[in-house]
């Protein structure tokens, strides 16, 4: 998680419902001082932080956030908003069971800046997607989409702010799947029974 943690959120207050079939065990970011940490504090959960910058490099911090991670035995890895790429010592031991969410309809629109990208080139429809993490840009196997409407006098924060509550019902709908029911990863394709 790297931001204001409102899809965190979600998955905190669904959670607090046994039924909901998930448990939330930590929660990592890659700064310190964000309100998704507060969050998740509140919420009486573990929290740890990891920065790129006290790390020589970048694998490095990779190994230690795959540490960290592990250390938690998780069967699922949610980046709710983490605006990191994970690298290949994490892939190697949380591939096929990490999934992140994005502001846009994937393939369109990966990267930064989902919903000013969708804005500028004035498609009527965007939306979110939750997809497997693999080691490319939003390249990942998709396990859910929600359509969003572009509506005449948006700008990037009103569009984004739309997409946000679609992103958060998707999030929390299929994080319960997938912790009920399981999944299975072929090729492109994501099963949940
Ligand atoms: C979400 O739209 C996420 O997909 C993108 O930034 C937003 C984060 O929102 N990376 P929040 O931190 O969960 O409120």
Sequence with gaps: MSGAGTNLQALLDASRDPSYGAEIVAVGADRTGIEGLTRAEAAGVDTFALRVADFPDRAGWDMALADAVEAYKPDLVVMAGFMKLAGDAFLARFGGRCVNTHPALLPA??????????LDHGVKFTGCTLFVVDAGVDTGPIVDQRAVP?????????LHERIKVAERAMLVDAVGRMAREGWTVTGRKITIP
């Excluded at 629109?109 to 969708?118: Q, T």
């Excluded at 572009?150 to 009103?158: C, I, Y």
């Design 109 to 118: 629109f990966p990267g930064m800046h989902g919903p000013r990208d969708a």
């Design 150 to 158: 572009v509506l005449a006098g948006d700008d990037e924060h009103s």
